[in-house]
């Protein structure tokens, strides 16, 4: 059973670009939570989705930011026109809320812009 | 609006000692888990030992255990034995029972054990 996969592992843009980051949960998971890691700091939650469904996004950025979990496929955070201060590592989590399990984190993505 | 504070950006330990980390959390809420993640250099997060609030008895798991005093809203975690691979920074985190799950960190720890 895979644990929680995001790609890229690292991503590098320029200023103005747009950043795509994927998160495919574990399987069976219909859960997706997303949090931004600064340096030297926790994680910040972002937003939570379920399949098709934005539940909570009270974390998200009010401009540029926005995040998708569609019925097929894996859930996505995308920036556009990135500026510096995006530059962060940025989790995935799931889990299967039905059993109030454990969220599994992924690796992350580690976003610099330049 | 809960927050989590870890009072001690960093610690050493000597290998197979103890050590102790600190969390402070203030909510108004009154079902709640709290959790200890750790994170290596690899920047997995890694769930370590989790706290029902309703509970109160205090959670172990092998070496790792806390001291859970809720009217104190303080959420230690105790380290015994120290390992190298015990070297990481550990994340106290909230959590509102029923909620939306979302968790509430802290700032982190980083411990370094010492060989």
């Known amino acids: 059973n895979a644990g929680v996969m995001q790609n890229p592992r690292h991503l590098v843009r320029r200023r103005g670009q747009e950043a795509r980051l994927r998160c495919s949960p574990m399987k069976g998971h219909s859960h997706v939570y997303w949090y931004r890691q600064l340096p030297e700091e926790g994680l910040k939650f972002m937003v939570y989705l379920q399949k098709e469904n934005i539940i909570d996004e009270s974390g998200m950025p009010k401009e540029r930011f926005s995040a998708e979990f569609p019925k097929e496929g894996p859930s996505i955070l995308r920036i556009q026109q990135v500026v510096r201060g995006d530059s962060a590592a940025y989790f995935c989590?799931?889990?299967?809320?039905?059993?109030?399990?454990?969220?599994?984190f992924g690796q992350g993505t580690r976003l610099t812009v330049v | 609006a809960q927050t989590v504070t870890q009072s001690q950006p960093e610690m050493s330990v000597q290998e197979a000692e103890t050590v102790t980390l600190s969390c402070t959390y203030d909510?108004?809420?009154?079902?709640?888990?709290l959790f200890w993640y750790k994170q290596p250099p690899s920047r997995q997060m890694i769930l370590v030992i989790r706290q029902e609030a309703y509970k109160q008895q205090n959670a172990t798991e092998n070496r790792f255990s806390v001291n859970f005093q809720k009217a104190a809203k303080s959420f230690s975690l105790k380290i015994s034995d120290s390992q190298l691979g015990d070297t990481a920074m550990y994340f106290c985190?909230?959590?509102?029972?029923?909620?939306?799950?979302?968790?509430?960190f802290g700032k982190g720890t980083k411990l370094t054990v010492n060989p």
């Open positions: 985190a909230f959590m509102i029972q029923g909620g939306s799950e979302k968790l509430v």
């Open positions: 989590a799931s889990s299967d809320y039905r059993e109030e399990t454990e969220a599994f």
């Open positions: 909510t108004s809420e009154n079902n709640y888990y």
